[in-house]
């Protein structure tokens, strides 16, 4: 199995920035970043490819051009930089992993390993 150790989040004003950072303990395809908010469903934030030298990413239509998911190979970790947040970017943000071939960011049972989450808040 793999695990995830997820760190960073926190509470900041809108317009303000945070950065998530999630180390993972075995080899995997992709890594990537969901969020939950009390009350609704698992959304896809952006997932990042790990298993090749080509770090393709993809991302939700809502956080694009405001967030940036990167990758370090040799630290085996994958961040998360979020720019001008809104209030709506306010939920608990959960590091995702798969070995699967292919993933889905609207589809959270493509990714077979998950993170405990780490609160983000933007008031």
């Known amino acids: 199995d793999v695990q995830l150790v997820e760190s960073g989040g926190g509470s900041v004003q809108a317009g303000g920035s945070l950065s998530l950072s999630c180390a993972a303990s075995?080899?995997?395809?992709?890594m990537g970043w969901f969020r939950q908010a009390p009350g609704k469903k698992r959304e896809g934030v952006a997932v990042?490819?790990?298993?090749?030298?080509?770090?393709?990413?993809y991302y939700a239509d809502s956080v694009k051009s405001r967030f940036t998911i990167s990758r370090d190979n040799a630290k085996n970790t994958v961040s998360l930089q979020m720019n001008s947040l809104e209030p709506e970017d306010t939920a608990t943000y959960l590091c995702a992993a798969s070995t699967r071939t292919s993933v889905d960011l609207g589809r959270p049972n493509t990714y077979n390993y998950w993170g405990q989450g780490t609160q983000v808040t933007v008031s």
């Open positions: 990042i490819r790990t298993g090749t030298p080509y770090p393709t990413t």
């Open positions: 075995g080899a995997t395809r992709y």
